[in-house]
């Protein structure tokens, strides 16, 4: 007990990120930032655009700043985000 690697699903966080181009699901080191998440849904839907193009919300609440990590706002496995493009879009 207690190898590193013996937790590492633990360490890793399912997300389905709804986007101007549909859902898709990823899984994220629960370290990792909000700005990854954002990165990862322009490379995988081919968005157009810039990261500080777009927010990010789970529920209500946005995402920011951008460059805290996902297990800082509580997120579990399941959860759902939504991309959204600001201002006027993209």
Partial sequence: MGK?????KDRDIEL???TPK???TA????TAKVIDVILAAIST???AGE???FEIFFGDTELTPTTRPLVSFG???GDKLLLTAQGDGV
């Fill in 4 to 8: 590193k690697n013996e937790g590492k």
């Fill in 22 to 24: 549909g859902p898709f």
């Fill in 51 to 53: 990261s500080e193009d």
């Fill in 27 to 30: 899984a994220f080191k629960k």
């Fill in 45 to 47: 839907k081919g968005l």
């Fill in 16 to 18: 389905t990120v709804g």
């Fill in 75 to 77: 997120l579990e496995d």
